[in-house]
């Protein structure tokens, strides 16, 4: 649609990452009325998960990593957005206190740390995804901020530059006899929730609109006439537009069914352990001076993380292995919806056995001085996966007026400061030329394996087939 004028009225389902990093750069690039629309009320709750947000966005933390493999464009994109995770970090420090979100103004008042990301094997070698990603990098001329954990050479650049505390913060050499990782200096983690809240005040002072509230920001329907879309909110409104923008993560697929066949909603399996402050020992391990972002046995049948503890310390661990799907009926077809800790009508916080029991064995394995401590809480990240891992931005078939922009697949938060940007060229009608609106686009797959799309409810990994952990299950045996 390449119709938009400055002063066209747009519409942006979801305040998540997608939402609100394209209203802050559709606002920035002079359309001067953009209006979000979310079911939850992102802004009283600072996007905060402990106090009631359900979305993948609302977390408590995320990674923040340039390493692609041979995924070069995302690579660059991700080492563009590095440079305005740097700015907004500058720009919070340099803003009074009484001026920040709320949600900024107690405990660190940053938003990105540079705490490094050691890719961890589970195995006696690297794998080839992993040497495929340091070719890249050779090649992008960053090879040198990657530090090889059996590479002598780089041990001692490690040495040099303050990284060599954290090659093996598992003291598995140690305690194996064998360690291969590679740490990547220029990753770490941002605070999720304060990012999400920081871009959130930056779109409001760009002159965006917010209607977040569970009756009057609800969107139950989208439809077209008189060849404009129509939004449909539980207050009984009707929301006219010269373009909408369905942005709803996880909620997206139940608002354009049209994305069924390239977009489905997915659960992550997240667990927590509380590092106690009364253990000087094990919160100064855990935090982000001493402890890296961990990737463990990233295809080699593990797929677990982790994250620094917080300033509450909480010690976030994840198990990517396998993303669950939750299908019921909307609007007469069977589709995958999430299933959350408040916002759903029927709620979830257990994980599936096997997720539980893969973030225990992490624990065992790789930090068993946290056994004793246990789990404690669990949940599931529901967000879109789309048929090739790759983002979708763009207008929908046959939906004058309608775009969608979703599919962060499990790796689009680090692309926040800067996913507005591309996002506004493909809105404009520049999608074709641009290199992210080529690999963005509305597509369609012959293979046999799409993501896991192609196996819909008769799949393996619907919640209902699973055995649930309880919350007895979250101490260990041992």
């Known amino acids: 649609m390449a119709g938009i004028t400055p002063s066209s009225k747009i519409i942006i389902v979801g305040s998540g990452v997608f939402g609100i990093s394209t209203a802050l750069w ?18 009283s709750l600072g996007y905060d998960p402990l106090s009631g947000v359900d979305s993948a966005s609302a977390d408590l933390n995320k990674i923040i990593r340039f390493s692609y493999g041979s995924e070069i464009e995302y690579q660059r994109l991700a080492t563009e957005a590095a440079t305005i995770w740097d700015e907004w970090n500058a720009e919070i420090a340099a803003t009074p206190v009484e001026e920040l979100p709320e949600s900024l103004r107690d405990g660190d008042k940053k938003l990105w740390f540079n705490a490094g990301w050691l890719r961890m094997s589970s195995e006696d070698e690297l794998g080839t995804f992993e040497l495929e990603t340091l070719k890249n990098m050779e090649l992008e001329g960053i090879r ?13 650049r490690a040495k040099e530059r303050g990284w060599a505390h954290k090659l093996d913060p598992c003291r598995r050499q140690e305690r194996f006899g064998t360690h291969k990782a590679v740490l990547d200096s220029t990753a770490g983690f941002v605070y999720a929730y304060k990012s999400c809240a920081w871009a959130q005040h930056l779109a409001k002072k760009a002159g965006v609109q917010m209607i977040l509230d569970p009756v009057r920001g609800k969107v139950l329907d989208i439809k077209t ?27 997206t697929p139940s608002l354009v069914p049209e994305v069924q066949n390239l977009l489905e909603t997915t659960a992550g399996s997240v667990a927590t352990v509380q590092i106690p402050k009364d253990r000087p020992d094990l919160w100064e391990r855990f935090g982000a001076e001493n402890q890296p972002v961990i990737a463990w046995g990233s295809r080699q049948g593990k797929e677990v993380y982790s994250i620094p503890r917080d300033d509450n310390g909480i010690f976030k661990i994840g198990w990517r292995k396998t993303k669950w799907t939750n299908f019921e009926d909307v609007s ?11 916002v759903t009508e029927q709620k ?17 394995v790789n930090f068993p001085e946290l056994v004793p401590l246990g789990i404690s809480s669990t949940r599931l990240c529901w967000y879109t996966d789309s048929i090739d891992n790759s983002f979708v931005v763009d207008f929908v078939p046959g939906r004058p007026g309608l775009a969608v922009c979703s599919g962060g697949s499990g790796h689009g938060f680090k692309f926040l400061p800067i996913l507005g940007r591309e996002v506004v060229k493909i809105l404009e009608g520049q999608g074709p030329q641009t290199v992210y609106g080529r690999m963005w686009r509305w597509r369609s797959s012959t293979e046999d394996k799409r993501n896991g799309l192609e196996e819909g409810e008769q799949g393996p990994r619907v919640l209902y087939k699973q055995t649930m952990a309880s919350e007895t299950e979250w101490k260990f045996s041992n």
Request: charge should be negative; proline fraction near 3%; hydrophobic fraction near 35%.
């Open 348 to 364: 979830e916080t257990r994980l599936p056995t096997d997720a539980l029991n893969g973030i225990k064995e992490y624990i065992e």
């Open 144 to 156: 040198e901020h990657q530090f090889r954990s059996d590479d002598e050479a780089d041990v001692n």
């Open 26 to 43: 559709l606002a920035r690039s002079g359309y001067a009325d953009v209006t979000v629309l979310d079911m939850q009320d992102t802004a």
């Open 225 to 251: 006439k008189e060849g404009r879309p129509v939004l449909y909110t539980a207050d009984g409104s009707e929301h006219c537009a010269d373009l909408v923008v369905v942005a709803g993560g996880g909620w």
């Open 332 to 342: 007469g077809r069977r589709i995958s919806v999430p299933r959350t800790a408040h």
